[in-house]
Antibody
Framework: QLQLQESGPGPVKPSETLSLTCTVS??????????WGWIRQPPGKGLEWIGS???????YYNPSLRSRVSISADTSKNQFSLRLTSVTAADTAVYYC?????????????????WGRGTLVAVSS | ETVMTQSPATLSLSPGEGASLSCRAS??????LAWYQQKPGLAPRLLLY???TRATGIPARFSGSGSGTEFTLTISSLQSEDFAVYYC???????????FGQGTKLEIK
């Protein structure tokens, strides 16, 4: 059974870099045709897609965050990671890692069909 | 970027009543639309995809319709566990990208 678990170092100071890792269990990133991504939700607000990756390294980012975001995958650990640079208070949110259904080889992708439990990252001095 | 607009922002209904939630896309997205339910403190749960296909384990009282730019999520007879926030999400563009509506809060009247 697929499980996703976010982990990270905790609060981040303004202007620093936010780093999170998602550990995937039950499915091998290297064997899955799906995409894997990050979605965030500021307290009391809606959902915002941050970006997604296919395990081989193809990445896709929200244009509004592209200059500050990078997503990478480590198939040896069955993990993928998020880095968000130059954070401000506006980046305070619950960050979810997720699976997006799809088939990279055929160029098809679909909805977000599995989510981690989310981790709250606060940006504060 | 495709902007998704949901209405109403809040819907107040009683258990047993039917609910109709709307989602509009700023440009045509075919049927590349999903609906999610989110309860406080939990991750969203996929309800419907392809505008009208129920995800695994979703009760039949949840149904979806629409294509192009206008979509509707219908809940036929509200149960107590259905009161939550509902989001629509489009996944029509290439390269892959997603945008969500701002959500509709379904609350008990």
């Amino acid at each position: 059974q697929l499980q996703l678990q976010e982990s990270g170092p905790g609060p981040v100071k303004p202007s620093e870099t936010l780093s999170l890792t998602c550990t995937v269990s039950g499915v091998s990133l290297a064997s899955s045709p799906d995409y894997w991504g990050w979605i965030r939700q500021p307290p009391g607000k809606g959902l915002e897609w941050i970006g997604s990756i296919y395990y081989s390294g193809s990445t896709y980012y929200n244009p509004s965050l592209r200059s500050r975001v990078s997503i990478s995958a480590d198939t040896s650990k069955n993990q993928f990671s998020l880095r968000l640079t130059s954070v401000t208070a506006a980046d305070t949110a619950v960050y979810y890692c997720a699976r997006h259904s799809g088939d990279y080889s055929s160029g098809w992708y679909g909805p977000t069909d599995a989510w981690g439990r989310g981790t709250l990252v606060a940006v504060s001095s | 970027e495709t902007v998704m607009t949901q209405s109403p922002a809040t819907l107040s209904l009683s258990p047993g009543e039917g609910a109709s939630l709307s989602c509009r896309a700023s440009q045509a997205i075919g049927t590349n639309l999903a609906w999610y339910q989110q309860k406080p403190g939990l991750a969203p749960r996929l309800l419907l995809y392809g505008a009208s296909t129920r995800a695994t384990g979703i009760p039949a009282r949840f149904s979806g319709s629409g294509s192009g730019t206008e979509f509707t999520l219908t809940i036929s007879s509200l149960q107590s566990e259905d009161f939550a926030v509902y989001y629509c999400q489009q996944y029509a563009n290439w390269p892959p990208s997603y945008t969500f509506g701002q959500g509709t809060k379904l609350e008990i009247k």
